[in-house]
C-alpha cells in the first residue's frame, strides 16, 4: 500500500493507495501546532475507519505548502510505517516532471503534483485549475514542459477577506446562486464570489491560451473545483484526486 498526503494551507488531504485503485481517500484541517505523535493518532483511526492497516503501507509521498507541519507529518509517517516519506518537489519528480522555469525549486510541491498527475493522465499540453486557499493555474505546453501559471486568492480566502473587511455583511454559504442578479445580500455576494471566480478563471485560461498560441485541455482540482467547474466555459474536467495521483506517481517512481 501506498500513502500520499498534500499538506495545504487549509485542509490535509490524506489518500491510501491500494495498487493504483485508490483505497480510501479524507481531508482533515490542517493545523500547524499539531504534533508528530497527535498525527500518527489520526493516520490510525483513519485507517480503522476503512479497515486498512498502517502496517501495509510500503511507500509515502508528501506534498507541503506548510512547513511548519512538514517537519511532523514525515515524523508521524516514519514512526507509523517505518518509512520516512519522499518529500515532494521539482528535484524529487525528476524524470515525470520538466520544467522550463527560471528557478524551478520554488515551484509549490502541490503544482509538481499536479502537472505529473496532469501529464500522466491527460497528456500534453493541459492546464490544471486548482481550487485551493489560493487558486493555482499550472501550465504544461505542448512539449510536455512546465511553463509556470498563475496564484490568485482562493474562494474562500476571498470571502474570508470580504466579510472581515464589510461590517454589515453576512457569513454565508459558498455555493452557486440561482442567477447572476442577487435578489438579496446573501445572493448578490455569491454571485460575486463563486460566478466571479469561474469567470475569473476563464478569462486567466484565454489569456494563457492566447500566450502559447493554441487551446488545451483544463482540469479542475480542489475543495470547491465541483461547485465552480459546472459555472465556467474552459474548464473540460474535474479530477479531485489528481494531486494525490502524482504524488503516487512520483513515489512509485521513486521506488
Given amino acids: 500500500m501506498l500513502l500520499a498526503i498534500d499538506i495545504g494551507n487549509t485542509h490535509t488531504v490524506i489518500g491510501a493507495y491500494d495498487g493504483e485503485r485508490l483505497a480510501a481517500m479524507w481531508r482533515v484541517a490542517t493545523d500547524r501546532s499539531v504534533t508528530a505523535d497527535q ?23 508528501v506534498a507541503s505548502v506548510v512547513p511548519q507541519n512538514s517537519r511532523a507529518w514525515i515524523q508521524a509517517i516514519a514512526d507509523a510505517t517505518g518509512t520516512a516519506p519522499l518529500v515532494c518537489s521539482a528535484e524529487t519528480a525528476a524524470g515525470l516532471f520538466e520544467a522550463d522555469y527560471p528557478r524551478p525549486h520554488e515551484i509549490g510541491a502541490d503544482r509538481v503534483a499536479d502537472a505529473v498527475a496532469a501529464l500522466s493522465l491527460y497528456g500534453a499540453p493541459v492546464v490544471v485549475v486548482d481550487f485551493g486557499t489560493a487558486t493555482n493555474i499550472e501550465v504544461i505546453d505542448g512539449e510536455g514542459r512546465f511553463r509556470g501559471g498563475v496564484i490568485a486568492p482562493g474562494v474562500q480566502t476571498s470571502a474570508n477577506a470580504l466579510f472581515a473587511c464589510g461590517a454589515q455583511l453576512p457569513d454565508i454559504a459558498l455555493v452557486v446562486p440561482p442567477a447572476p442578479i442577487g435578489t438579496s445580500t446573501v445572493e448578490a455576494i455569491q454571485a460575486g464570489i463563486m460566478l466571479g471566480e469561474a469567470d475569473r478563471v476563464d478569462g486567466l485560461v484565454r489569456r494563457i491560451f492566447a500566450q502559447l498560441g493554441y487551446e488545451a485541455p483544463v482540469i479542475a482540482t480542489g475543495g470547491l473545483a465541483p461547485v465552480v467547474a459546472p459555472h465556467s466555459a474552459t474548464i473540460s474536467a474535474v479530477n479531485p484526486e489528481l494531486t494525490l495521483h502524482g504524488l503516487r506517481l512520483i513515489a512509485e517512481r521513486a521506488q
Fill in 39 to 61: 498525527l500518527r493518532v489520526t493516520l490510525s483511526s483513519l485507517f480503522a475507519l476503512d479497515d486498512l492497516a498502517l502496517t501495509e503501507v510500503r511507500a509515502s509521498a
